[in-house]
């Protein structure tokens, strides 16, 4: 079974509106990443945050973390119509060594 | 462009064969790892690799194997195969505790 959940597993949005997507995952974890995946291709990198980290910021993105709730929240601002894609969390368990495990991801339709 | 090559990036086979998946990965990336993207499963850990060392195991069938050679480039051999292997077979390269990065991956379809 997959570690992470998330939620929602679609959101439609006009751009220019705020996106943001949750994940909650069961384990301890030393770090968790957030990839997005255009339709059919290889998953590009987001941002990563550490479990001692509580937020993260990147561009137009912000990573929040709560180890208390085992929850991540990812907040795309200002969306365009080419951020539409899967986005995935994954989390890299402290007892895995560096292998990432992934949720289902959310998929994202930011409309023009 | 991620560094990590894939290839084939489309395979059409029949169900009983043999096929393997080739990854090269990022120049100095002495971990691959390979992943299996499904609708009904999702993107699945099957196996990681390190400096030539099989280093983690997951949902990885006994009909698949792999390896990673001196050049650190990885082979994934799938044989037997069923309808249900048809997935996204993904590589992905990395130095440990930080981010991966992902080939585009070869689309296998078992017919």
């Known amino acids: 079974s997959q570690q992470g959940e998330e939620d929602p597993q679609a959101l439609s949005i006009q751009e220019g509106e705020n996106a943001t997507m949750n994940c909650s995952y069961k384990t301890s974890i030393n770090n968790l990443q957030w990839y997005r995946q255009n339709s059919g291709r290889g998953l590009v990198h987001l941002i990563l945050i550490r479990s001692n980290e509580r937020e993260k910021h990147s561009g137009r993105l912000r990573v929040t973390l709560d180890t208390s709730k085992k929850s991540s929240s990812l907040l795309i601002t200002a969306s365009r119509a080419a951020d539409t894609a899967s986005y995935f969390c994954?989390?890299?368990?402290?007892?895995?060594?560096?292998?990432?495990?992934f949720g289902e991801g959310t998929q994202l339709t930011v409309n023009p | 462009d991620s560094g990590v090559t894939q290839t084939p990036k489309h395979l059409i086979t029949a169900t009983g064969q043999r096929v393997t998946l080739r990854c090269s990965p990022r120049?100095?990336?002495?971990?691959v790892y390979w992943y299996q993207q499904s609708l009904d499963q999702g993107l699945q850990f099957l196996i990681q690799y390190y400096n030539g060392e099989e280093r983690a195991k997951g949902n990885i069938l006994e009909r698949f194997s792999a390896q990673q050679f001196p050049d650190l480039h990885s082979e994934l051999n799938l044989s037997s195969l069923e309808l249900g292997d048809s997935a996204l077979y993904f590589c992905?390269?990395?130095?440990?505790?930080?981010?991966?990065?992902f080939g585009s991956g070869t689309q296998l379809s078992v017919l």
């Open positions: 992905a390269s990395g130095q440990g505790d930080e981010k991966l990065f």
């Open positions: 120049s100095g990336d002495l971990s």
């Open positions: 994954a989390t890299m368990k402290e007892t895995s060594g560096s292998r990432l495990t």
